[in-house]
């Protein structure tokens, strides 16, 4: 009994070992040289196994569950609104915004943060993400944030296409072409100034007058270098899952939407791939 | 996940932010637990979302009490499997669907992943449906035998002498396959 005891915690142990940590089957059997024949036949048959189970959805499938489970999240929202934003001329709304920004403070932000285009809250999310765009500096920063405002975009387009508002459909679609355009631009913008930093000295320089100034220390000026590049090969990456989500997911969208909003998600379906493949383009 | 916790009390506020991310991490781990159980992949990708659509309707009423987060989603990915054979009691059993795709790309691994999944969720069947599920849970789910116990409501001990022997049946059945395959 005791015996069994021991063999159950000595194979769990390798199990962890193999499984988790990675490490080979024969260090484990030589840990455990005692039982070492009883051990091997099955962490064998428990690698083949992890291996069948090496299994993923489609990704097609991905990208509609993803998003239908982003409108589910909205539908059990708490909804909260803003009684004053129904009749206030547009000027009065944008005060009215200003001043929930400013007084209303982290509550009201937070729960427009979720908002589709539909609700009395939406104007205050688009203000807010316009600030974080200001506020946010380097060109890969902010292309990276235009890259995650186009997610918001296109979970907007299929929550209103589901709801039948062609109007609103294109008008996030637009909102979608503008942020991947201004990707694109960020990004050719960035390999520009990248260039420049690592072109090197020309070849003749007439002998300076007076002695220059040092250059930045190499150290740094690599550190810069890599970081822009780290940056670069992360938006890409987004990019890249976004350029085969997105379309994927407006697909799906375009199988259950009301006729009425298929001429606006066909239009979004061509937008977001036109775009990405110009922002990937962009990148490369 | 070290932040699991704050997660979990985040997502509970419905922060869209924290229950994508709780999501993310457990989606493939569920979709694989769900697909070993019932063996058709359509199935498995529909009750996979319907798993998380339960929990984000339910979060609000879940409560550290000494179950992790983990646990509370395998148990409803656990219920959904129970309702689904019950649902389907006089049906036969639906065979593997051919787009149980590996994450592979390579065609010939492709091929050999196939079989081995349909060669595992066969096997499976010769297990206890304790056994099957200690299977499903330690190498589909990628829990750890502690949090296994929580799930099955058992102790650590008895988990791990229940996933011996579900490795000692699951190697006989598979090579009993092999044995008739060349029959």
């Not at chain 1, 989500?245 to 799906?252: E, G, K, V």
């Not at chain 2, 989606?27 to 159980?37: P, S, T």
Request: aromatic residues 6%; proline residues 6%; positive net charge.
């Amino acid at each position: 009994m005791k015996k069994t005891k021991e063999f159950n915690n000595i194979l769990d142990e390798c199990l962890e070992l193999l499984l988790v940590k990675g490490e080979a089957l024969e260090q484990c059997l030589r840990s455990y040289p005692e039982q070492a024949a009883e051990l091997e036949p099955l962490l064998q048959t428990a690698l083949a196994t992890k291996q069948a189970l090496a299994i993923q959805p489609r990704p097609e499938f991905i990208a509609r569950a993803r998003y239908q489970f982003r409108s589910a999240l909205q539908e059990v929202k708490p909804k909260r609104k803003l009684f004053f934003l129904g009749w206030q001329p547009r000027w009065a709304t944008a005060m009215a915004i200003a001043l929930v920004l400013l007084l209303a403070g982290g509550g009201t932000v937070a729960a427009a943060g979720n908002s589709m285009p539909d609700n009395p809250l939406y104007p205050v999310k688009l203000a807010t993400e316009k600030v974080r765009l200001t506020l946010t500096r380097s060109n890969m920063g902010k292309a990276e944030l235009y890259a995650k405002l186009a997610d918001k975009r296109v979970a907007e387009i299929i929550y209103m296409a589901n709801k039948g508002e062609p109007e609103q459909v294109e008008r996030a679609a637009q909102r979608l072409n503008t942020y991947l355009t201004r990707v694109a631009s960020l990004a050719l913008a960035e390999r520009e100034g990248e260039r420049a930093l690592l072109a090197p000295p020309p070849a003749q320089v007439p002998p300076p007058e007076e002695i220059p100034a040092p250059l930045p220390p190499a150290k740094g000026r690599d550190k810069g270098v890599y970081a822009q590049a780290n940056a670069r090969a992360r938006l890409r990456m987004t990019l890249g899952r976004y350029a085969i989500n997105h379309p994927a997911a407006l697909r799906a969208a375009l199988e259950k939407a009301p006729e009425s909003a298929k001429p606006a998600l066909l239009k979004a379906i061509g937008i977001s791939k036109a775009g990405y493949e110009k922002a990937l383009e962009a990148l490369d | 996940m070290q932040d699991e916790e704050s997660l979990v009390r985040r997502a509970q506020q419905r922060d869209e932010e924290a229950f994508t991310r709780l999501y993310e991490a457990y989606f493939d781990k569920i979709y694989r637990y769900v697909a070993l159980k019932i063996g058709n992949k359509t199935e498995a990708e529909d009750m996979t979302q319907q798993v998380f659509l339960n929990a984000l309707q339910s979060i609000s009423s879940f409560r550290w009490k000494g179950i992790p987060f983990s646990a509370w989603l395998f148990r409803i990915a656990h219920n959904q499997v129970v309702d689904y054979f019950r649902k389907q009691t006089k049906q036969a059993t639906a065979p593997l669907d051919e787009s149980l795709v590996s994450s592979d790309s390579n065609p010939q691994l492709i091929a050999e992943h196939k079989l081995d999944i349909e060669q595992l969720v066969s096997a499976t069947k010769r297990l206890t449906e304790a056994q099957r599920e200690v299977i499903g849970l330690r190498f589909a789910g990628e829990l750890s035998v502690a949090r296994v116990a929580k799930v099955m409501g058992k102790s650590q001990g008895a988990v791990k002498a229940l996933q011996h022997s579900a490795i000692v049946a699951l190697r006989k059945a598979l090579l009993m396959a092999k044995d008739n395959e060349k029959d």
